[in-house]
């Protein structure tokens, strides 16, 4: 609020204030000091500024975000706009501040729940809900690794229930014949769901041709990614654009030996639908821009990097020199 709007009517600073104040209670000011004129508050914030001022948890707040309940934007960072950094507007804040149930409601929209209380949540069994999500009824937004490495599925409690409203068949009696029929009974599709949404949730979120590219790309493995983009240079940078599709810990091998089936396309369909989606995507991020490339000037120097395999190597040059005996002169 323009504190210089009041104040220009004849109103006191007092009274501007005190209006100030209201509106914070309201959810649409931020908060200040008693007997002072507040600052005009910024037009964008960063992310974790965002979540505080919601009263979201950060994994509310990204979970919010991917599912559009609040707009982000591309940050700008010294007039060039960053498209893996993102921030939100703060009229985008007091929209949500705003709103009726803040933040109750913006909350019970993110709300998560796992198998058991899930299956509370339809009045079914844990085992008939596993069931239905294997078999694709039930799609998880999130998963986590427990203490002994096992995935938990999420699942979006404002999903279920419209679930249970719209698929109320599916929830007693006999499953139905196309549920069963012609389906490997130990199939899992819940991996291959979860990617697909992460997927349509980061594509949502960008514009850049490139970055679009590498989302799409991030699901295939290596081999089929080198087939697919030959350029080195393009790798590389598909690689720094590659985003995170689980957040979590997996800092040990076996952490992410345990992830790694999660976030690579397995099924045929699903590998030749993102085949097909980053050959695409590269046609237009290659009009759009030629990936970046070093300087044709700029010599190759071996044995600048740090890696194993290069000190190891350097080692034994040198080890060759230090032993190295001339042979006596003839």
Do not use: C
């Not at 919010?64 to 010294?78: D, E, F, K, N």
């Not at 070093?294 to 020199?321: F, I, Q, V, Y």
């Amino acid at each position: 609020m323009d504190i210089v709007g009041f104040t220009g009517h004849g109103a006191s600073a007092e009274t501007a204030v005190a209006a100030v104040a209201g509106e914070r209670a309201r959810g649409s000011a931020p908060d200040v000091a008693p007997g002072s004129v507040p600052e005009r508050p910024p037009e964008t914030v960063a992310l974790g500024r965002a979540a505080r001022e919601l009263a979201l948890r950060r994994g509310e707040f990204e979970l919010a975000a991917q599912l559009g309940h609040i707009r982000t934007t591309v940050a700008a960072s010294g007039g060039r706009r960053v498209a893996a950094r993102r921030e939100v507007e703060w009229r985008e804040i007091e929209r949500l501040r705003s709103a009726d149930g803040f933040p109750d409601v913006l909350r019970e929209r993110v709300r998560t729940v796992g198998t058991a209380e899930g299956a509370d949540l339809l009045a079914i069994s844990p085992g008939r809900f596993t069931r239905l999500a294997k078999a694709g009824y039930l799609t998880p937004v999130k998963f986590y690794l427990n203490r002994y490495r096992a995935v938990v599925w999420l699942y979006l409690a404002d999903e279920l229930r419209t679930f249970a409203a719209e698929e109320a068949a599916l929830l007693a009696g006999r499953f139905p014949r196309t549920l069963t029929a012609g389906r490997d009974p130990d199939e899992d599709v819940r991996p291959r769901n979860w990617r697909g949404r992460r997927i349509g949730h980061l594509l949502h979120l960008s514009e850049d041709p490139w970055e679009r590219a590498a989302i799409t790309g991030s699901v295939l493995d290596p081999v089929q990614r080198a087939e697919l983009v030959p350029d080195p240079y393009e790798r590389a940078y598909l690689g720094r654009l590659e985003p995170a599709l689980a957040h979590g810990r997996s800092d040990s091998d076996a952490a992410r030996a345990a992830m790694r089936p999660l976030l690579l396309a397995d099924h045929p369909d699903e590998i030749r639908w993102h085949r097909a989606s980053l050959a695409a995507l590269l046609d237009e991020a290659r009009r759009a821009r030629p990936a970046p490339r070093p300087d044709p000037g700029e010599p190759l120097r071996r044995g600048s990097g740090k890696g194993l395999l290069t000190r190891l190597r350097l080692r034994k040059e040198r080890g060759r020199e230090d032993t190295h005996v001339p042979a006596p002169a003839s």
